[in-house]
């Protein structure tokens, strides 16, 4: 009985989530993540990496159209399922889930336009960062971008891209937000790009 319950509950959060997930998109820092949004093409392959449960995913699923494919990439398997009855339910069939691993991103090399990194940096372990953006930095195309969107402090942050630009990445852009009183908040978004 108990286990019907949670089915239900499960379904009824599920259809609120369809309808309520796209708003979310009022969150993201404008202006510069709808640009790099709108900059995406219909055949494009992107990755929403550390997808949590698909805000970003389906409507990257939107832009890169039936011919284009989203990797949704995450280490937590339970939010992975929940992307995956979103897309049969939505029948959004360019959504291929990811399980990864704490340092490897685990997509294949030179495959991605574009990777995008939304709250994923601020939880990164410190022993691990330079693998995973590693293994970023080899699953982008050459000249695609990575994406990163925080809105929390993290000490974790600052040395990790520090690490990206070691790699090879080129920070091409970085836009913070400001409270009404004119003072820095913590959400911003960074650009880098594959040289
Ligand atoms: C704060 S949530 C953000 C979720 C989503 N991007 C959003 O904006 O709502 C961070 C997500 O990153 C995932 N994550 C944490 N470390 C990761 C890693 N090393 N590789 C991939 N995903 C990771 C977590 O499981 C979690 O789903």
């Not at 991103?105 to 940096?121: A, E, K, M």
């Not at 080129?170 to 009183?181: A, C, G, M």
Request: hydrophobic share 35%; proline share 5%; aromatic share 10%.
């Amino acid at each position: 009985m108990s286990l019907l319950l949670s089915l239900i509950l499960a379904l009824k959060l599920l259809d609120n989530y369809c309808h309520t997930s796209y708003p979310r998109l009022a969150f993201y820092p404008p202006p510069l993540t709808n640009e790099y949004l709108d900059r995406i093409k219909e055949g494009a392959v992107v990755a929403d990496v550390g997808c949590g449960i698909g805000y970003l995913t389906y409507i990257l699923s939107g832009k890169v159209g039936d011919t284009g494919k989203v990797y949704a990439v995450d280490i937590n398997e339970s939010v992975l399922h929940f992307v995956d009855v979103v897309k049969k339910k939505e029948g959004l069939k360019n959504i291929t889930t990811i399980k990864s691993k704490p340092d490897d991103i685990c997509l294949p090399p030179n495959s991605c336009d574009q990777i995008w990194l939304v709250g994923t940096i601020h939880i990164l372990d410190s022993k691990i960062n330079y693998s995973f953006i590693n293994s970023c930095y080899s699953a982008l195309k050459k000249n695609g971008f990575l994406i990163v969107v925080e809105w929390r402090l993290s000490s974790i942050i600052e040395p990790t891209m520090e690490i990206a630009r070691k790699i090879g990445f080129r920070r091409i852009e970085k836009e913070t937000e400001f409270d009404p009183l004119g003072r820095e908040t913590d959400r911003y978004v960074e650009i880098y790009q594959k040289k």
